[in-house]
T-cell receptor, first 112, second 115 residues
Framework: GNSVTQMEGPVTLSEEAFLTINCTYTATGYPSLFWYVQYPGEGLQLLLKATKADDKGSNKGFEATYRKETTSFHLEKGSVQVSDSAVYFCALRAEGRRALTFGSGTRLQVQP | GAGVSQSPRYKVAKRGQDVALRCDPISGHVSLFWYQQALGQGPEFLTYFQNEAQLDKSGLPSDRFFAERPEGSVSTLKIQRTQQEDSAVYLC?????????????FGPGTRLLVL
């Protein structure tokens, strides 16, 4: 079946540090891939997405590249801010399906 | 513009009670999804509608769970005879599928606690 595995948190970084949150997936065919973010007290928000191999999604300084050969979609940001503290979810939508399959989430804590 | 709204935001139920959770999607969005998010986990798909048609209910965990969207807009997720394991956040999402690319927009969720 379809599944998403992401690194466990919490990830604690100092402001302006480089961020990587690993995400790998299992799915047949060519799924679409997503990163969602959940800020404290708020709902899930789409951060970025990629719909085919080698696509790079980017938004708010975050980026992730759809790597078919390694079935990965790692999230990166060059310089994190305190305001980036949140829970980040990697997700996929399998070909022919409408439902999203989510990873278990990674909590990011950025300290001043 | 207005996003997806859900009510109530919090619900406490005694085991065995029935509950009804409401979702108001973004105006004009034809697709509506329900997910269940247990504490510390990612959301898990329950069911989805396209307009008033329920096209996939493969994620509903038991026949105690029932969803409807009679007029193709507002949706209600009903849980009968609630159990403690039903305690979770229930998320609703809506989407306007455009040319094969789709983004699901999520509501704030209803946190259900079954005592």
């Amino acid at each position: 079946g379809n599944s998403v595995t992401q690194m466990e948190g919490p990830v604690t970084l100092s402001e302006e540090a480089f961020l990587t949150i690993n995400c790998t997936y299992t799915a047949t065919g060519y799924p679409s891939l997503f990163w969602y973010v959940q800020y404290p007290g708020e709902g899930l928000q789409l951060l970025l997405k990629a719909t085919k191999a080698d696509d790079k999604g980017s938004n708010k300084g975050f980026e992730a590249t759809y790597r078919k050969e390694t079935t990965s979609f790692h999230l990166e940001k060059g310089s994190v801010q305190v305001s980036d503290s949140a829970v980040y979810f990697c997700a996929l939508r399998a070909e022919g399906r409408r439902a999203l399959t989510f990873g278990s989430g990674t909590r990011l804590q950025v300290q001043p | 513009g207005a996003g997806v709204s859900q009510s109530p935001r919090y619900k406490v139920a005694k085991r065995g009670q029935d509950v009804a959770l409401r979702c108001d999607p973004i105006s004009g969005h034809v697709s509506l999804f329900w997910y269940q998010q247990a504490l510390g986990q990612g959301p898990e798909f329950l069911t989805y509608f396209q307009n008033e048609a329920q096209l996939d209910k493969s994620g509903l965990p038991s026949d105690r769970f029932f969803a409807e969207r009679p007029e193709g807009s507002v949706s209600t997720l009903k849980i009968q005879r609630t159990q403690q394991e039903d305690s979770a956040v229930y998320l609703c999402a809506s989407s306007l599928m455009v040319g094969g690319s789709e983004t699901q927009y999520f509501g704030p969720g209803t946190r259900l606690l079954v005592l």
